[in-house]
């Protein structure tokens, strides 16, 4: 499977951004049952998991993150979204979707800059 990431950018701190990460080469049915995560790595940090998503259970969030990420999928579109507001410059870092399929099988997006300036 590819995972292709998007929607990474520049913004003031207080602002929002959304990400998105497409599982191509999936079927619908694959896709259902596939975990979504992403993650971050910041500065001086290791990298580090923010949100993840699966099936039939509740989405987890970094405490760091919690109240202000959101993940979400579209399992039509085969996609998985992270929504981020009140965005702090302690967020800045590249941002990596992370998929595992039922299989075990796992993929990592080619990640994106996130820039949040204070």
């Known amino acids: 499977v590819q995972l292709q990431a998007s929607g990474g950018g520049s913004v003031q701190a207080g602002g929002s951004l959304r990400l998105s990460c497409k599982l191509s080469?999936?079927?619908?049915?694959?896709?259902?049952?596939?975990?979504m995560a992403w993650h971050r790595r910041t500065p001086g940090k290791e990298r580090e998991l923010v949100a993840g998503?699966?099936?039939?259970?509740?989405?987890m969030y970094a405490d760091s993150v919690k109240g202000r990420f959101t993940i979400s999928r579209d399992n039509n579109k085969k996609t998985v979204y992270l929504s981020m507001n009140s965005l702090e410059p302690e967020d800045t870092g590249v941002y990596y979707c992370?998929?595992?399929?039922?299989?075990?099988?796992?993929?990592w997006g080619q990640g994106t800059q996130v820039t949040v300036s204070s």
């Open positions: 992370y998929a595992r399929l039922a299989s075990g099988a796992e993929s």
């Open positions: 080469r999936s079927i619908l049915s694959t896709f259902v049952s596939t975990e």
């Open positions: 998503t699966s099936s039939g259970r509740q989405a």
